[in-house]
């Protein structure tokens, strides 16, 4: 959300942080699912094996985390801010495995920082911040990394971009594979809330989120769902 600063050394990621297809109602949604699934029976996959994810969209900043032989190397928006990645305490320096992979997340700020957080300026007579989206990209951008610390960000895994989630080198069949795999390697995971072949399923598990959103404890901006199934999006190009 904003422009490079001095300090921050742009960066080039290894995957393209794209941005997601949007959809407004559920007519489009429905749309969506039915061609992408179309397009998967025409090549000869059985409907019942065409499964898409349904997990929350988080409202905040997206980031790339590398990690070489299990450690902490770069934390790159546009920029290398991995300085002020690295005092995120749900960021963890280690993976539990000794794995070399880069993966993305989002950055944001949860509800509790961000009240604490304006309490605090209002007292010192400052500027309010208008949402937590904007405290969380303003915060994670700071000159001082201190102030990152202090800032109470959390993040929330959602993608594995490129690299070897398993020792061995094994390849991950399904999204939700990447997933739990993150998990189990000390990521934190927003999680999946729904897999299914079944559209309706999948219509009702984006409507389940959207009255669960005022009661979470961070912002969503809608619900992403995702082909599962990795060979069959690489067959839809």
């Known amino acids: 959300?904003?422009?490079?600063?001095?300090?921050?050394?742009?960066?080039?990621?290894?995957?393209?942080?794209?941005?997601?297809?949007?959809?407004?109602?559920?007519?489009?949604?429905?749309?969506?699912?039915?061609?992408t699934r179309d397009a998967l029976l025409e090549e000869g996959i059985p409907a019942e094996e065409i499964l898409y994810t349904v997990e929350?969209?988080?409202?905040?900043?997206?980031?790339?985390?590398?990690?070489?032989?299990?450690?902490?190397?770069?934390?790159?928006?546009?920029?290398?801010?991995?300085?002020?990645?690295?005092?995120?305490?749900?960021?963890?320096?280690?993976?539990?495995?000794?794995?070399?992979?880069?993966?993305?997340?989002?950055?944001?700020?949860?509800?509790?920082?961000?009240?604490?957080?304006?309490?605090?300026?209002?007292?010192?007579?400052?500027?309010?911040?208008?949402?937590?989206?904007?405290?969380?990209?303003?915060?994670?951008?700071?000159?001082?990394?201190?102030?990152?610390?202090?800032?109470?960000?959390?993040?929330f895994v959602f993608n594995y971009q490129t690299g070897d989630l398993y020792p061995d080198g094994h390849a991950p069949l399904s999204h939700k594979e990447t997933v739990d795999r993150m998990a189990a390697l000390g990521l934190k995971t927003i999680g999946i809330r729904t897999v299914s072949a079944d559209l309706d399923a999948v219509i009702e598990a984006v409507a389940e989120i959207g009255r669960l959103r005022e009661s979470l404890p961070y912002d969503i901006d809608g619900v992403v769902i995702k082909v599962n199934d990795l060979a069959q999006r690489d067959a839809m190009g």
């Open 1 to 35: 959300g904003g422009r490079a600063g001095e300090k921050f050394a742009k960066v080039t990621h290894p995957v393209k942080m794209g941005s997601l297809t949007d959809v407004f109602d559920t007519d489009e949604l429905r749309a969506f699912l039915e061609r």
């Open 56 to 155: 929350p969209k988080i409202d905040g900043l997206s980031v790339c985390l590398t990690y070489e032989n299990g450690r902490l190397v770069l934390g790159a928006t546009r920029e290398n801010v991995t300085e002020n990645i690295a005092v995120i305490g749900d960021i963890p320096h280690t993976l539990t495995d000794p794995v070399s992979l880069a993966v993305r997340g989002e950055v944001y700020m949860p509800h509790e920082s961000f009240a604490l957080l304006n309490a605090a300026r209002e007292e010192a007579g400052e500027k309010l911040w208008a949402n937590p989206r904007n405290a969380a990209a303003g915060n994670l951008r700071r000159l001082d990394s201190s102030g990152t610390r202090e800032a109470g960000l959390s993040i």
